[in-house]
């Protein structure tokens, strides 16, 4: 695991946060150093996405061949919010009154108040699909720009995910990337289900430890032409 | 007799992709009879996703974040009441446009029973903020509100059905038409019902306002319609659905309204479109009772100013 990165050596252009600092940045959100276990399961997945895998910056937010990221699993957005602070894409003084009447920061995010959101989130099973269409959409306008996708495995629950999961495999979408932070808190589940549906779609899968960046990186780099691919990032069980 | 209005719309929704480039088309499975020479000119535009109308409704919304204008199709049960929750997150809370064009309507497809009826549709996109609900009496007329749809950014709900006028007329957003001039109170007809209700009034001294665009709905022009402020709509989708609009256009005048179209009861009936009409008392005879009752109780009770 790679912990304790200084900003100095990471993100000098960026404010000087690292890795090491997302946790600072979320306790100015819980007023602790406590975290929900849905905001942290999320952390190292999105920090190796903006640090090494998205190429996108706070002057691309608008440009349309850049990267994208779905945050489908809206809720806990914490460490969401921390890195996007972190990455400079918002201002860290908007973090400590979030969720507040007047804060653009709520407990979902959205895309129409926080630059650098890319869709406003909260009901589950609404960003798999979403990013099936703009997929679809990069493609017909011929960039070759890279949509990520993540998701809880508990959402794989609602049916609208195995619709897009189906599709996207049938036409090859090699552009989309689904990153399933797993901390086995669907209900029913069953072990290894998730990359085995994915696979039996056409999809080329991965299972990582979501908690290792050098692992992370390898599988989100790790591209099959004609296919989208799936990395199941596994965390610690949820409770 | 004149083209069918599903027809003109696949065919000019395969216009406007051969057109431009940013246009797709986003099917699920229904009118594909209709779309496979565009689909095959335009592999990456037109786009079958199967009978999955979640994933139908979210890949159009995906698509016009990338920037594209997508046209959505399917029947209008599947399309607005099966996805409803897609149309509100992915189309209103994203902040996309897009066009969604539903057929089959109230009762196109009469003998398909209830699972293949919408005749709530136009009042659920009424629960969303911002969306122009067209609703085309020809297809004529279907051919200019897809077109009219597609070249803006908004989003729009164009509601394609097999009933139709004689006549189209040339569309005129946002304003409705005066038909007729009377006195005795103004009868507004949207889309398909325009004939029927031109028939149903013969003699009985009637304004007729017709609207091939519902929303946003011309309450000025009713206003400036209106001889005496008693109104009649009459909607081929589910009654009352604009009578909302209606009362905040007269809100200041004290004024009656009679809301005609489909009846919120399930029918429980198959056969033709035309047994729905009038079962629903959308034919002639039937809106010719109900618009001659309430223009009596009007004489009955007399307007004080």
Do not use: C
Not at chain 1, 68 to 83: C, E
Not at chain 1, 170 to 180: D, F, Y
């Amino acid at each position: 695991m790679v912990l304790g990165m200084t900003s100095t050596q990471t993100l000098p252009e960026h404010k000087g946060y690292g890795y090491g600092d997302l946790r600072g940045l979320m306790s100015l959100m819980t007023g602790d150093e406590k975290h929900t276990a849905a905001a942290t399961s999320t952390l190292d997945v999105v920090w190796v996405l903006y640090d090494r895998i998205l190429d996108v910056t706070p002057e691309t937010v608008d440009d349309p061949a850049r990267d994208r990221f779905y945050l489908s699993k809206g809720h806990g957005p914490m460490a969401y919010y921390a890195t996007l602070a972190a990455k400079g894409f918002i201002p860290v003084d908007w973090l400590a009154d979030w969720a507040s009447y007047e804060s653009p920061l709520g407990h979902h995010p959205d895309r129409n108040l926080v630059p650098g959101v890319e869709i406003s989130s909260g009901s589950l099973g609404h960003g798999l699909p979403l990013a099936v269409g703009t997929a679809l959409g990069l493609r017909a306008q011929g960039m070759g720009s890279r949509i990520v996708v993540l998701v809880g495995d508990a959402e794989l629950d609602e049916g609208s995910n195995h619709e897009a999961v189906e599709l996207a495999g049938a036409l090859g979408l090699e552009g989309l990337t689904v990153v399933v932070v797993d901390n086995r808190s669907s209900t029913h589940n069953r072990p290894g289900r998730i990359e085995r549906r994915f696979a039996t779609e056409g999809w080329s899968a991965a299972v990582v430890d979501g908690r290792n960046h050098a692992e992370l990186e390898l599988a989100l780099k790790q591209r099959t032409p004609g296919r989208p691919s799936v990395v199941v990032a596994q965390v610690e069980e949820k409770f | 007799m004149s083209r069918d209005p599903r027809r003109t719309f696949a065919r000019t929704a395969a216009t406007l992709v051969d057109e431009d480039l940013s246009v797709a088309l986003v099917y699920a499975e229904i009118s594909g009879q209709f779309f496979g020479d565009v689909e095959r000119r335009h592999p990456e535009r037109v786009i079958n996703v199967g009978i999955r109308e979640q994933l139908l409704v979210s890949t159009g919304a995906g698509l016009a974040l990338t920037g594209m204008r997508p046209i959505v199709h399917t029947f209008a049960s599947f399309l607005v009441e099966r996805a409803f929750e897609q149309i509100k997150l992915d189309f209103n809370h994203q902040d996309v446009g897009g066009v969604l064009v539903g057929s089959g309507g109230s009762f196109d497809i009469s003998g398909g029973g209830r699972t293949h009826q919408a005749p709530g549709d136009v009042a659920l996109i009424d629960t969303l903020p911002g969306w122009n609900v067209h609703v085309p009496g020809h297809a004529d007329e279907v051919e200019q509100l897809v077109r009219l749809a597609v070249s803006g950014s908004g989003r729009d709900y164009v509601r394609v059905v097999g009933q139709q006028n004689r006549t189209a007329f040339p569309v005129t957003p946002g304003r409705f038409r005066p038909v007729l001039a009377g006195s005795r109170g103004t009868v507004l007809a949207v889309g398909p019902m325009l004939d029927p209700v031109l028939e149903a009034v013969a003699g009985l001294d009637v304004s007729v306002l017709y609207a091939s665009t519902v929303r946003p709905f011309d309450g000025r022009g009713l206003r400036a319609a209106l001889n005496r402020p008693d109104v009649v709509v009459v909607e081929p989708y589910l009654a009352g659905t604009s009578a909302r609009l209606v009362n905040d256009a007269l809100a200041d005048l004290p004024h009656r309204v009679l809301s005609l179209g489909v009846r919120n009861e399930e029918l429980r009936r198959y056969g033709s479109p035309a047994d729905h009409i009038a079962a629903h008392g959308l034919d002639a005879a039937g809106l010719r009772r109900s618009i001659s009752g309430f223009l009596a109780e009007s004489a009955d009770f007399a307007p004080v100013a």
